[in-house]
């Protein structure tokens, strides 16, 4: 088996005055987390409007990736879209604090999986599965109900509270099978290797270092990581998209049809291709991306200016 994160250890120092303040914010999250869904959901929305009150520029961020996503999309349409996302993201608090700590009965009976099928497939060919997952706002929980259909293998990065992490770390290890350090390219490909279903993000920018320029929306010019096709071409898996959204009554992650042809496919095209998938996989639940996140910070002229 590839190299798990070892698992952060309780300390005692965690209940020195310093770590109250956390203990007393988790407390609070994990009451509310029994509460009904509709009405966690509720809160989450009034969470989101403080949130930009808090913190305005992460609604600006959101707003402006909002303008240059969709430059033909009416300024009506695109406010009533970031409002809505303002609502969703302030329920990730809630969804994050469910992923951790709600029961496996509760997760079981508020998800599902869809397209599950692709996965199936994948593995009776003798290969592993590379889920290449939307980041979306809701993705925390919903990595924890994957996890209860098939346990999956991602990548983790280190809090840098101690507290945060031993809580972090349990909360997504609890139906997964393992996780691995974000910097440790050697071990996803073994664990693609091995026939594991790995979860990666193909969707972030990731810097200009690894990274080739091709259009995401209605910016031509977006940073987006070659790593991509690097696990692809140097593993045995099957390449396919995945999404977390929500229903009526809950959640799920709905998993696309393989895309096997981006293994011998030139650089560009292939990520022009996967950037122009993901930007219609969005279109089905816009108001669940992570559009608080600089998508287009990296610009391919260090000198240029800033889209922000």
Same mark, same amino acid.
């Given at each position: 088996?590839?190299?798990?994160?070892?698992?952060?250890?309780?300390?005692?120092?965690?209940?020195?005055?310093?770590?109250?303040?956390?203990?007393?914010?988790?407390?609070?999250?994990?009451?509310?987390?029994?509460?009904?869904?509709?009405?966690?959901?509720?809160?989450?929305?009034?969470?989101?409007?403080?949130?930009?009150?808090?913190?305005?520029?992460?609604?600006?961020?959101?707003?402006?990736?909002?303008?240059?996503?969709?430059?033909?999309?009416?300024?009506?349409?695109?406010?009533?879209?970031?409002?809505?996302?303002?609502?969703?993201?302030?329920?990730?608090?809630?969804?994050?604090?469910?992923?951790?700590?709600?029961?496996?009965?509760?997760?079981?009976?508020?998800?599902?999986?869809?397209?599950?099928?692709?996965?199936?497939?994948? @593995?009776?060919?003798?290969? !592993? /599965?590379?889920?290449? =997952?939307?980041?979306?706002?809701? $993705?925390? *929980?919903?990595? +924890?109900?994957?996890?209860?259909?098939?346990?999956?293998?991602?990548?983790?990065?280190?809090?840098?509270?101690?507290?945060?992490?031993?809580?972090?770390?349990?909360?997504?290890?609890?139906?997964?099978?393992?996780?691995?350090?974000?910097?440790?390219?050697?071990?996803?490909?073994?664990?693609?290797?091995?026939?594991?279903?790995?979860?990666?993000?193909?969707?972030?920018?990731?810097?200009?270092?690894?990274?080739? @320029?091709?259009?995401?929306? !209605? /910016?031509?010019?977006? =940073?987006?990581?070659?790593?991509? $096709?690097? *696990?692809?071409? +140097?593993?045995?898996?099957?390449?396919?998209?995945?999404?977390?959204?929500?229903?009526?009554?809950?959640?799920?992650?709905?998993?696309?049809?393989?895309?096997?042809?981006?293994?011998?496919?030139?650089?560009?095209?292939?990520?022009?291709?996967?950037?122009?998938?993901?930007?219609?996989?969005?279109?089905?639940?816009?108001?669940?991306?992570?559009?608080?996140?600089?998508?287009?910070?990296?610009?391919?002229?260090?000198?240029?200016?800033?889209?922000?």
């Amino acid at each position: 088996m590839s190299a798990a994160i070892k698992p952060p250890e309780f300390s005692l120092k965690f209940l020195l005055p310093q770590y109250w303040p956390i203990w007393f914010g988790a407390g609070v999250l994990y009451l509310i987390t029994w509460l009904p869904l509709p009405a966690i959901r509720w809160l989450g929305a009034r969470v989101g409007k403080l949130m930009c009150v808090v913190a305005p520029k992460r609604a600006h961020i959101a707003r402006r990736n909002l303008e240059l996503c969709y430059p033909t999309m009416s300024a009506e349409v695109r406010e009533q879209l970031l409002q809505e996302n303002i609502r969703r993201t302030g329920m990730a608090l809630f969804e994050t604090a469910m992923g951790w700590w709600w029961p496996s009965w509760r997760v079981k009976r508020s998800f599902h999986v869809e397209g599950f099928e692709h996965v199936e497939n994948a @593995f009776a060919e003798g290969c !592993g /599965v590379f889920g290449m =997952a939307l980041h979306n706002v809701n $993705l925390e *929980f919903a990595c +924890r109900g994957l996890g209860y259909t098939w346990p999956a293998v991602g990548f983790y990065r280190k809090h840098n509270n101690p507290l945060v992490d031993y809580m972090q770390y349990r909360g997504r290890a609890q139906s997964n099978k393992y996780l691995i350090h974000k910097r440790n390219a050697k071990d996803l490909i073994n664990a693609l290797d091995e026939g594991e279903l790995c979860l990666y993000l193909p969707d972030q920018d990731y810097g200009r270092a690894q990274s080739i @320029f091709v259009p995401f929306g !209605g /910016v031509k010019q977006t =940073a987006t990581t070659t790593a991509t $096709l690097m *696990f692809i071409r +140097r593993t045995k898996c099957v390449p396919m998209l995945m999404t977390s959204q929500y229903t009526s009554d809950g959640y799920k992650v709905k998993i696309y049809p393989p895309m096997p042809e981006l293994v011998e496919m030139d650089d560009r095209d292939a990520l022009t291709l996967l950037n122009k998938r993901i930007v219609e996989i969005i279109q089905e639940q816009p108001e669940s991306y992570l559009w608080m996140h600089k998508r287009f910070k990296t610009r391919p002229d260090e000198h240029e200016p800033s889209l922000y």
